[in-house]
């Protein structure tokens, strides 16, 4: 991702897409702002979608003028979080199987870890118990860990 926005730019970014001057944001609104500022997210509609849903901490499906900092962190985050997500998905099927966690586990070099072990973890990220981990449950997973 380019460099952050400073405080002053975030201010001018929202002004600028908030077409009708109510000091809040639709979806498309931030879609086409972020869209400006960050081309390259043209392909990474999850990380928008994970970072528009955690700001908008009013929860009623706009983004204020006090949420768009925040929003803007955010994608930072999960930007971050859905670029390891696809370096684990090797066959780029927008989910990462057990051979494929498997893997990536081993070299992230986190601990040494049995078969089993290694898999107990990937039953507790893959939330849905579909035998696969989808992006929403891996950003769940970190960011709980991280508390």
Same mark, same amino acid.
């Given at each position: 991702?380019?460099?952050?926005?400073?405080a002053?730019k975030?201010n001018?970014?929202?002004?600028?897409?908030?077409?009708?001057?109510n000091?809040i944001l639709?979806?498309?609104e931030?879609?086409?702002a972020?869209?400006y500022?960050?081309?390259?997210f043209?392909?990474?509609k999850?990380?928008?979608?994970?970072?528009y849903?955690?700001?908008?901490?009013?929860?009623?499906?706009?983004?204020e003028r006090d949420?768009?900092?925040?929003?803007?962190?955010?994608?930072y985050?999960?930007?971050?979080?859905?670029?390891l997500?696809?370096?684990l998905?090797?066959?780029k099927?927008?989910?990462i199987t057990f /051979? =494929? &966690?498997? !893997?990536?586990?081993?070299?992230? %070099?986190?601990?040494r #870890?049995?078969n089993d072990?290694i898999? /107990? =973890? &990937?039953? !507790?990220i893959d939330?849905?118990? %579909?035998?696969?981990i #989808?992006f929403d449950?891996?950003?769940?997973?970190?960011?709980?860990s991280?508390?």
């Amino acid at each position: 991702m380019p460099e952050k926005l400073s405080a002053e730019k975030v201010n001018e970014v929202f002004k600028q897409f908030d077409f009708n001057n109510n000091g809040i944001l639709s979806l498309a609104e931030i879609d086409n702002a972020v869209i400006y500022l960050y081309p390259q997210f043209s392909d990474k509609k999850p990380v928008l979608m994970r970072a528009y849903k955690a700001a908008d901490t009013s929860k009623d499906g706009f983004i204020e003028r006090d949420e768009f900092p925040r929003l803007i962190e955010l994608l930072y985050y999960y930007n971050e979080l859905y670029d390891l997500f696809q370096q684990l998905d090797k066959n780029k099927d927008k989910r990462i199987t057990f /051979e =494929e &966690f498997k !893997k990536g586990y081993k070299l992230m %070099g986190i601990g040494r #870890l049995s078969n089993d072990e290694i898999k /107990e =973890e &990937f039953n !507790k990220i893959d939330t849905n118990h %579909g035998g696969y981990i #989808l992006f929403d449950e891996v950003k769940l997973i970190i960011v709980f860990s991280n508390e």
